[in-house]
């Protein structure tokens, strides 16, 4: 159970300055704690609420609303099928069955080893690829039960380490233009938002 | 101040309609920025809805209250709590469209809502349940299984959710948000998956988390103190209200078989506004437990029941010697938890016939009397509505919750400007009040730098640039009126109980001199305590708030001789006991042993005095040490009135019977002066009401004939000729049963109303015979005149200034006898600043040595960065009572400085 690094903390308090009120970094840093853990615990729900202003019960209110934001544990790989009616005309069911019989989990499971966590999702604008597959947020496709096989042993032998970074990373490179602004200004500036 | 002048929405209510639309055919006159839902309501046209509150700002999210609404495309479905009136709009609520509408929103509610009715809380008094009859479709196309999920879950001790009930409304997540300011309850999830939930390790632990389940418009909230405890058709209620402390919210309370079983907040709009505290809305369990049934005399370690005439007959013996062997040789302590007719009648009991001024409703923890009543007195509608609220008193929050919670709405939604002068910083202050500091004991040095014309010096404590800033704010306001001053309303109570009165009083005069305009809310907490100082329950004053010597000509006329010297304070008058210079003290429901700031002076007083004469509703420490009690009705079992802090007077009613043969503490009064050969003038409280009117200056034009006319449920404040117009009122109240379920019919108090409704000042009330006073009416007591305040001793590097506060819930007769509220009690600790903890090497958590000049005590150490790094901040009257709390370092005159030690 992790409550926010040195590290992450820096980076929040540089988001938090970034906006006039200090509630709308709310999102922004639930996806940095997320970074950090791989899923938001309550230590970090508890660290952002008070970073932002908010009680905890609202960071969890807002956080449980977004699917992209897990407030349980899951797998190093969370493996999200596209169900929206592209995918689901090019076969996103079969493979959607194929893999909770591959993981042995059904939809919302993680494996047991705490590799995988499978979930369905809505269109994930991958349609080109379709039946279109994330995995902690970086697209695959189109994925028919071979490919998902293949895909799951590739992830699982480390393979793919170079293309599907921990889960919660958004970006690898970070975008700091607008943090370092704000960092050398004075990160406490935040403080004082009206 | 004129009242008119008093700006916000009080003014706006005066404005004339300006917006004509028209609703279902009919033109109806609106007020300017009025929502459609508001404006049908007052036409007479009832649209359904779950989630308006009149009291919460609207959201438009349950969609119940579909209406038409013309617009520049013609009609279209719009939600009527959300879209505020247009010149020209035409509205149609029962069209066909709007039915449908309607019908099909219901049917949508009612898919997962579970049809439990018959076992819900709610059922038969339940908003969807009779909307879902009167504008529902009757009849359900959903045969699929409904959502199913664990419950009930229990969000907080008091709090139990049922989230298969939720309707998701939001006006419990809203309330918390909006009115409480603490969102402790939030929803999470999204779509059929929705839920109220809190956070998992934050239980809902608000004090005003009831008012949660008052407003739920189903059964999904429910409180734990009434869950299956009688059904709606079962319950009988009276308008009445809460004397839990001197806020006076109004209430309705109900009782099932002779029992009480619930309190639901009233909209009083000058008040409460339909928000209780928690500590009111459950402290009536009390009734029920820990009670005086029957009079009892000490035998041995406990007590012998015995009969009413006897118990009279030693109380009197004992009381008639004591009055025989000279004048102040008894002594009355308490009366904050009478009604207003006891006081009178005990205040005057105690003058004319025990002849003593020694009397005192306070137990050296509140103000002096006269600066209570002398100072010009503002309402709660002028406070919200003024330039400046300065407040110089308690955490409100603990001490007077609604009041707290009126400041705290208009400061965060209305903008009211708020200066919180704190040693240690309290709630407002949290929600964006202005905070300056001072070290206990520099108070009026504080006020003497924030109103003097030199420039401020240095006060310990305060940081320079805080004094600057809160003289800016103060000069600012002041400056705004016609007099210097009006517009600002000072709070002022007692905030630290190791810190002398005469401080506050001192900076109150100050205060007054700079600035004559401005008005005070006195924040003395205790249920009646302003109705008992109204009623002359205090040293030199006599009821009315006529002092003393002022008003001796007139009050001989009415009531005979009246003793010749100003008698002494609760402090002085036990020192007096403990030096057995009294022969009989009384106690008023007082229970000094467990309240007085100093418990080992009320232990030396009660063991040094003759006898000890218990009125008492409840055994606490001190009536069990009492050689003679006498039962008293508590709060719902008599009726008369009660006077809050604005010295509004209000009825309270009865609703159940007292236990035993306890009796309304007017009638023990009237019964013991029989017992002497003496007669109080009155023997129904009819004319003791009638009595109050016509003797008490400040009463005029009130008696419990007044109170009960509909117009003036709400009460009068006295006096009422000071209070022209009153200030905020919304129209005529409304009961609404769906803002409030379980409300619906309050039974009518007092006599209907009659005729021309104006409280008619001055010449003889009517019907009331007897011989009146003479001579002209004593003047009210003035403002008192300030004096150079007296400078604090200075602090040791060594020593920390102690800071004794209160809390909601604390060992309290009230809190300590209701099953619900006693485990909500919290540790007793030292808060200070964590380098005080580093210094000594003590953790966050390990017990410490507090040392004072009185004593010493072990408290848990709490560190906490918003205390000052020289105070010690503890709370009064926290844990279990064997081993003596902080309170027992409490002594003497002056700030107390303290030292903490390892163990």
């Not at chain 1, 042995?104 to 349609?127: I, K, P, R, W």
């Not at chain 2, 010749?564 to 210079?581: K, V």
Request: contains cysteine; glycine residues 10%; hydrophobic residues 40%.
């Amino acid at each position: 159970m992790a409550h926010l690094d040195d590290e992450t903390r820096r980076k929040a308090l540089a988001t938090v300055a970034l906006y006039p009120e200090r509630r709308s970094a709310l999102i922004p840093l639930c996806h940095l704690a997320q970074a950090q853990d791989g899923w938001l615990t309550p230590e970090a729900m508890e660290d952002i609420a008070e970073l932002v202003g908010v009680t905890p019960a609202e960071v969890r209110g807002t956080a449980t609303f977004y699917d992209m934001l897990h407030t349980e544990p899951v797998g190093r790989y969370v493996v999200a099928v596209c169900t929206n009616i592209a995918c689901m005309l090019s076969g996103a069911y079969e493979t959607l069955e194929h893999a909770e019989e591959r993981l042995g989990v059904h939809v919302g499971q993680t494996t047991e080893d705490g590799m995988f966590t499978l979930e369905d999702a809505e269109c994930l604008a991958g349609c080109d690829k379709a039946p279109c597959i994330q995995v902690n947020h970086r697209f695959f496709g189109p994925v028919d039960p071979p490919a998902l096989d293949r895909l799951v042993d590739d992830l699982a032998s480390g393979a793919l380490d170079e293309v599907v970074p921990p889960h919660g990373v958004l970006c690898r490179v970070e975008r700091t233009v607008g943090l370092e602004a704000a960092g050398a200004a004075g990160v406490p500036a935040a403080e004082e938002a009206p | 101040m004129s009242e008119t002048a008093v700006g916000g929405a009080g003014a706006s209510a005066e404005e004339a309609p300006t917006v004509s639309v028209t609703i279902d055919g009919v033109a109806v006159s609106a007020r300017p920025g009025e929502l459609v839902i508001e404006a049908a309501e007052r036409a007479g046209v009832f649209v359904p809805r779950f989630c308006y509150h009149p009291r919460m700002d609207p959201v438009g999210v349950c969609r119940m209250c579909l209406v038409e609404i013309s617009g520049p495309r013609g009609f279209s479905l719009q939600p009527s709590c959300y879209v505020r009136v247009a010149d020209g709009q035409e509205v149609r609520t029962s069209s066909e469209k709007a039915r449908k509408a309607q019908e099909g929103v219901l049917e949508f509610l009612l898919v997962n809502h579970p049809l439990d009715c018959p076992v819900c809380d709610k059922g038969g008094e339940c908003p969807l349940q009779d909307q879902a009859l009167t504008h529902g479709p009757g009849d359900t196309r959903f045969v699929e299984e409904k959502r199913h999920w664990a419950k009930p879950i229990e969000i907080s001790p008091l709090v139990y959710l049922d989230r298969e009930r939720c309707i998701q409304c939001s006006r419990c997540t809203r309330f918390a948000d909006e009115v409480a300011g603490e969102a402790l309850i939030d929803f999470a999830f999204r779509g059929d998956a929705i839920e109220v939930a809190t956070f998992p390790s934050r239980p809902f632990s608000s004090y005003f988390s009831g008012n949660t389940v008052q407003i739920c418009p189903v059964g999904a909230l429910t409180a734990a103190p009434y869950r299956f405890a009688s059904r709606p058709w079962d319950l009988e209620q009276v308008e009445t209200t809460c004397t839990s402390c001197a806020v006076g919210c109004r209430i309705v309370a109900q009782s099932s078989a002779g029992k009480l079983v619930r309190y639901l907040g009233v909209d009083a709009d000058p008040v409460n506004q339909s928000w209780l505290c928690d500590r009111g809305r459950y402290g009536f369990e009390a009734n029920g437990e820990g009670r005086v049934s029957s009079p009892s005399r000490r035998k041995g370690e406990g007590h012998e029941a015995i009969r009413w005439p006897e118990a009279l007959r030693q109380v009197a013996g004992a009381l008639q010697a004591a009055a025989a062997a000279g004048e102040g040789r008894v002594g009355v302590l308490g009366g904050a938890r009478l009604t207003n007719e006891d006081a009178y009648a005990w205040a005057k009991l105690a003058r004319t016939v025990l002849r003593t001024d020694h009397v005192d409703a306070q137990l050296d923890d509140g103000l002096p009397a006269a600066t209570v009543l002398g100072l010009p007195r503002a309402t709660i509608d002028e406070a919200v509505h003024a330039r400046l609220v300065v407040t110089l008193a308690g955490d409100l929050r603990e001490e007077l919750p609604v009041l707290y919670l009126r400041l705290r709405r208009a400061l965060a939604h209305d903008g009211l400007a708020v200066l919180e002068c704190s040693s240690v910083p309290q709630a407002l202050s949290a929600e964006g009040a202005t905070r300056v500091g001072y070290l206990p004991g520099e108070v009026a040095r504080l006020v003497g730098a924030l109103t003097g014309d030199a420039e401020p010096g240095e006060v310990p404590g305060a940081d320079r640039s805080g004094v600057v800033t809160a003289r800016r704010m103060l000069a600012a306001a002041a400056a705004g009126g016609a007099t210097r001053g009006e517009g600002v309303v000072v709070v002022l109570g007692r905030p630290n109980l190791a810190e002398p009165a005469v401080g506050y009083a001192e900076a109150a005069a100050l205060l007054h001199a700079a600035l004559p305009g401005a008005r005070f809310l006195p924040a003395l907490r205790r249920g009646n305590v302003h109705g008992a100082l109204e009623m002359g329950l205090a040293p030199g004053v006599l009821p009315g708030r006529v002092g003393l010597e002022e008003g001796r000509a007139w009050y001989e006329s009415a009531w005979g001789n009246l003793p010749g010297a100003t008698g002494r304070g609760a402090r002085e008058l036990l020192e007096a006991a403990a030096a057995g210079e009294l022969d009989v003290l009384v106690l008023l429901g007082a229970d000094p042993l467990a309240d007085l700031p100093d418990p080992d002076l009320a232990r030396r007083a009660l063991e040094g005095v003759g006898s000890v004469v218990a009125v008492a509703s409840h055994w606490d420490a001190s009536s069990s040490a009492a050689q003679l009690v006498l039962p008293a009705a508590a709060a719902d079992e008599r009726s008369g009135s009660t006077t809050n802090l604005e010295g509004r007077v209000t009825r309270v009613a009865q609703k159940v019977v007292p236990p035993g043969t306890a009796w309304p503490a007017w009638t023990i009064a009237v019964a013991l002066a029989a017992e002497m050969g003496d007669d109080l003038g009155f023997d129904n409280l009819e004319t003791l009401s009638a009595e109050i009117e016509r003797v008490a200056p400040s009463q005029r034009g009130i008696d419990l004939d007044v109170l009960g006319r509909p117009a003036h449920r709400d009460g009068l404040v006295a006096p009422i000729a000071a209070v022209g117009v009153r200030v905020g009122r919304r129209g005529p109240r409304l009961i609404d049963p769906i803002a409030t379920p379980g409300i619906a019919s309050v039974e009518e108090q007092g006599a209907p109303l009659v005729v021309g409704d104006a409280v008619a000042l001055g010449g003889q009330p009517a019907g009331i015979a007897g011989a009146g006073p003479t001579g002209s009416r004593p003047p009210l007591l003035g403002p008192p005149a300030s004096s150079v305040p007296a400078t604090a001793p200075r602090l040791d590097a060594y020593s920390l200034r102690l800071v004794v506060g209160r809390t909601l819930y604390d060992r309290g007769t009230l809190v300590a006898a209701s099953p619900s509220l006693a485990p909500l009690r919290p540790e007793a600790t030292v808060r200070v600043h964590p380098s005080v903890l580093e210094r000594l090497g003590v953790r966050d958590g390990e017990p410490v040595r507090v040392t004072g000049p009185g004593g010493a005590v072990e408290l848990a150490a709490s560190a906490d960065e918003a205390v000052a790094r020289d105070l010690a901040v503890a709370t009064a009257r926290l844990g279990t009572g064997e081993r003596p709390g902080i309170e027992s370092l409490v002594a003497g005159e002056g700030p107390i400085d303290v030292r903490l030690e390892t163990i």
